[in-house]
């Protein structure tokens, strides 16, 4: 069965740096566009980055848009988020998601940026 | 636009079915047939209930069904039981420069 697993979230300083990844398993991951998507804490979801299923193509939500960088590895159906210059209102719980429907997601890995 | 406007909280009693809407504009919901519906329960992720404004996943109950009309689209829940309480996220396509865009969320509550 499809399963995604985040990991990498942590407590991190304002304006330092924290990589995520999401480990895929289940399906073919090459063949996927992939989504970070975020919560904050009681807050709505908000769409991160999509990269296309070959890496060729990355799109950015305009608060990340500079500090955040999407990629992926499809010889190790891993997906990643660098994330440098972290803000207070980074902090969220971040999801990975599989396809344009979105039709899987992980558990989620919990970024707190505080001081 | 930052997001889709969803009503904060809609509710029904055993049985009943509610709706509960999602407005764009004309550059998302309007323009792309890619709406899709999640449904969230507390510290959980969230599980995709409708995709393309109308289908749904397998595995997905019948009960869940949706529409659109210019640049809104609905969620109808019928037959509403106590598990459908949650928070429900639409979501829209809104071209190939930018990620998709989620709706405010709407808190679902079953009296």
């Known amino acids: 069965q499809v399963q995604l697993v985040e990991s990498g979230g942590g407590v991190v300083q304002p304006g330092r740096s924290l990589r995520l990844s999401c480990a895929a398993s289940?399906?073919?991951?090459?063949?996927?566009?992939m989504h970070w998507v975020r919560q904050a804490p009681g807050k709505g979801l908000e769409c991160v980055a999509v990269?296309?299923?070959?890496?060729?193509?990355?799109y950015y939500g305009d608060s990340v848009k500079g500090r955040f960088t999407i990629s992926r590895d499809n010889s190790k159906n891993t997906l990643y988020l660098q994330m440098n210059s972290l803000r207070a209102e980074d902090t969220a719980v971040y999801y990975c998601?599989?396809?344009?429907?979105?039709?899987?997601w992980g558990k989620g890995t919990t970024v707190t940026v505080s001081s | 636009q930052s997001a889709l406007t969803q009503p904060a909280s809609v509710s029904g009693s055993p049985g009943q079915s509610i709706t509960i809407s999602c407005t764009g504009t004309?550059?998302?919901?309007?323009?792309?047939?890619?709406v899709s519906w999640y449904q969230q329960h507390p510290g959980k992720a969230p599980k995709l209930v409708i995709y393309?404004?109308?289908k749904r996943p397998s595995g997905v109950s019948n009960r869940f069904s949706g529409s659109k009309s210019g640049n809104t689209a609905s969620l109808t829940i019928s037959g509403l039981q106590a598990e459908d309480e949650a928070d429900y996220y639409c979501?829209?396509?809104?071209?190939?420069?930018?990620?998709?865009?989620f709706g405010t969320g709407t808190k679902v509550t079953v009296l």
């Open positions: 990269i296309s299923s070959d890496g060729s193509n990355k």
């Open positions: 393309e404004i109308n």
């Open positions: 979501t829209s396509y809104r071209g190939s420069t930018s990620p998709y865009l």
């Open positions: 004309s550059s998302d919901v309007e323009s792309y047939n890619l």
């Open positions: 998601a599989k396809d344009d429907y979105m039709d899987a």
């Open positions: 289940g399906f073919t991951f090459s063949y996927y566009f």
